[in-house]
């Protein structure tokens, strides 16, 4: 429910942004994702009384899956900027609310996915899949209205042009000057009061040192500004146009670090799960699924979540000099770094595992708890920080386009651990062998597989060390 709130917010943020400019305003609209769940629902209806689905009944359902899958991607990318922009970075209390802000963002919008996996599952089971349906349509309803009840005191900043253009123009115009020298004294480079300040909350950036082949697009020529000081977009940019093409460059390493990092944190849903499976899941009279262990490392991460802002946030600021304790590269490498130690305990308790079991006994699945709390913390230090981290980083006007590549980081991640399940699975079933990961695991060796994961893990983190020293953080001028 709170998770299908979340989407509706962000999905009506985009509409009433667009619909503000264009001057069509419409209350009637409905979002997508409503759209999805109504032809959802409606095919559930009709599947009941049914016995055999037609055309018209699989088109109904397919383009409610479709309507769903679009609009929840575009309202995750918008909705998270959206709400940090509530937040004033000039007042104190309002940027360590900020901080926070991410956190349970990110949890509530897993715990949504419990709370349905849970309850609404359990009513299409046993009751009916329409009614089933039903209560997610209607908690989308009551999301949405409780969304326009709020439209009046929502903070909104207008639009500063696109972003892909102005990308365009800075390599245009590098290109354009390119067998123009770059002073060594940045102040020569161009920066005009006009194009870019006319709005006050449009923000200035230093110049900085690297891809210094970039500043050429901000070398002022005598071709460049007519007698007005108006200057030929194509031919000429700003400083802050440059340094905002220069920060999406420095993001590209971290994010491809982060395809990595994701794909060992996917195992959580696969590998983990299979692992369970081979291990005794009974504890007295009750019985564990081993998917069920996915809600406790949601719950885990609550918890670190809150020990982080209770104790550690704290501690930090008070141990560094700087008085503001971790950095967002710094957490995020505990989370690359507690991925490892995730992966190490996953190949040693699979190890343990088979040892015990050709001993004639099984491991209890309760084993499984501490790779699970690990994987936990590195997900609240990993993944949530780089939502944050993103969203700070990125110029004013590419807040929701560099979300969404941050969020895309989960996606690209499954697929890259789908890619290494099939390689390991070819290279080590060659010869009639079973494999690593057979559908027995007993048969096979998922602890080699873990180990794997280990060292990737520990490589990238290596490679993300690298490029986070030496990352140039956004400095802001005005």
């Known amino acids: 429910m709170i998770n299908l709130a979340f989407y509706v917010r962000g999905d009506k943020y985009r509409l009433l942004y667009l619909l503000k400019y264009m001057k069509l305003l419409r209350n009637k609209f409905l979002s997508l994702n409503q759209q999805g769940m109504i032809l959802v629902t409606l095919s559930a209806l009709t599947s009941a009384s049914i016995k055999e689905s037609n055309a018209t009944q699989n088109v109904i359902f397919f383009s409610g899956l479709y309507l769903l899958a679009i609009g929840c991607g575009g309202v995750r990318s918008a909705l998270l900027p959206f709400g940090a922009d509530q937040f004033d970075d000039r007042n104190l209390i309002d940027r360590e609310r900020k901080r926070s802000f991410f956190s349970w963002f990110y949890l509530c919008v897993n715990f949504g996915v419990i709370i349905s996996g849970i309850f609404i599952v359990w009513i299409q089971e046993n009751i009916g899949w329409a009614l089933g349906f039903g209560i997610a349509t209607l908690c989308i309803t009551l999301a949405f209205v409780g969304y326009l009840l709020g439209t009046p005191i929502y903070r909104i900043r207008s639009s500063h042009g696109s972003p892909l253009e102005s990308i365009f123009q800075v390599l245009i115009a590098s290109f354009r000057k390119i ?47 007519d007698q007005n000081g108006a200057q030929n977009e194509w031919n ?61 490392e949601v719950l885990a991460v609550m918890l670190w979540v809150i020990l982080y802002n209770k104790i550690v946030a704290p501690a930090t600021q008070s141990c560094f000099s700087n008085g503001a304790g971790l950095s967002q590269l710094q957490r995020m490498g505990i989370g690359r770094f507690l991925g490892i130690v995730a992966m190490a305990i996953a190949a040693y308790l699979e190890a343990r595992r088979l040892e015990i079991f ?10 499984q708890l501490p790779q699970y709390f690990i994987l936990a913390g590195s997900e609240m230090f990993s993944l949530i920080t780089q939502l944050e981290f993103f969203y700070g980083q990125a110029p004013d006007s590419m807040k929701s386009t560099c979300t969404a590549f941050a969020l895309l980081t989960i996606s690209l991640g499954h697929y890259l651990s789908s890619m290494i399940i099939a390689v390991v699975a070819a290279l080590t079933t060659a010869g009639g062998r079973p494999g690593w990961i057979p559908d027995d695991l007993n048969k096979g060796h998922l602890d080699y597989y873990f180990w794997v994961l280990t060292i990737l893990c520990l490589v990238n983190f290596v490679v993300y060390l690298f490029f986070a020293q030496k990352f140039t953080l956004k400095k802001v001028i005005n």
């Open 179 to 225: 067998r123009l020298e770059v002073p060594k004294d940045s102040g020569l480079l161009y920066e005009a009061d006009s194009k870019r300040s006319n709005d006050s909350e449009q923000t200035k950036l230093a110049h900085t040192d690297d891809f210094r082949f970039l500043d050429k697009a901000a070398i002022v020529t005598d071709s460049d500004l």
């Open 236 to 296: 000429i940019c700003t400083v802050t146009q440059v340094e905002e093409l220069k920060i999406l460059l420095r993001l590209v390493p971290i994010w491809l670090t982060s395809i990595v990092y994701a794909a060992a944190h996917s195992q959580m849903f696969t590998t983990f799960i299979q692992q369970g499976t081979s291990m005794d899941t009974n504890i007295k009279h009750f019985s564990i699924p081993p998917a069920s262990l996915n809600s406790f």
């Open 358 to 367: 050709r001993r004639g006994e099984i491991l209890s699945i309760l084993w």
